[in-house]
């Protein structure tokens, strides 16, 4: 088996186990939407941050929460491969750890991308117009948070044991990124010491370049924010296939 064919392989039976799971479809979308129309319109009835109504204002941060969750948690899937031993088959089939794990990572990146898609069609909804540039760029910079954000969920899928253990570390992981990234609050005024922690968040460039790219605000130029983020991805991608190297085929 090539390298190629097993890459498409890895990648198509994600790609087929999310389509058959309807309800994780559906939960994955509500709680952003959720979040933009309960939240969102809440506090907007009464908050403005520079000229916009605070639901248009965390629409670029809802993008980027979605694809943060959808990205950090496709790691249990690994968990739940090695319970079933479909991931002992694949570890000992003549496909590299490379392939494998790259297989794993386009395939939870194509969950994460359709989510998001589904979320951009509700831009308009809150008066929100973006052209083609701006849903392109969009993609690039979802593209590549969602490439380093799943790359860190199958890491630490690699080096556990149960669901449970996974979720509780995940989450340890995941809010933190999602709070300290700006998505619901600008981060021009924050203490010195907070906003030293903001800028080491990954995920703050990510919403600073679509609050950029779709709404024209942001605190840096989107050439600095895509190097951030392709630096981030290149460093997680590379970690995640020494994991999977030293991962035991059980």
């Known amino acids: 088996m090539s390298q190629l064919l097993g890459l498409y392989a890895m990648w198509l039976r994600e790609v087929k186990v999310y389509s058959r799971e309807k309800s994780r479809i559906v939960s994955s979308i509500f709680t952003p939407i959720l979040w933009l129309f309960v939240f969102g319109k809440g506090l907007g009835a009464t908050v403005s941050i520079k000229g916009l109504s605070y639901d248009v204002f965390i629409y670029p941060g809802i993008l980027a929460m979605s694809t943060l969750f959808t990205s950090l948690f496709f790691g249990v899937y690994i968990v739940w491969d090695k319970k ?53 760029l969009a993609y690039v910079v979802m593209f590549l948070l969602s490439l380093g954000i799943v790359s860190i969920g199958l ?41 030293t922690v903001v800028y080491l968040d990954p995920v703050t460039y990510g919403v600073d370049a679509l609050r950029l790219i779709l709404l024209g605000v942001g605190r840096f130029s989107i050439l600095f924010d895509i190097t951030i983020l392709l630096s981030f991805s290149v460093i997680m991608v590379y970690l995640g296939t020494v994991a999977f190297e030293r991962m035991k085929a059980y």
């Open 84 to 136: 079933v031993d479909f991931l002992k088959e694949v570890l000992v089939s003549p496909l590299s750890r490379t392939t494998i794990f790259l297989g794993k990572v386009l395939g939870g990146m194509t969950d994460a991308l359709i989510q998001v898609t589904i979320l951009l069609f509700l831009g308009p909804l809150l008066g929100i117009s973006f052209g083609l540039t701006g849903i392109v």
């Open 155 to 195: 890491i630490i899928g690699s080096a556990m044991e149960s669901p449970e253990g996974f979720g509780l570390v995940v989450s340890f992981v995941a809010f933190p990124l999602f709070f300290l990234s700006g998505a619901l609050f600008p981060i021009e005024n924050l203490p010195q010491w907070l906003l």
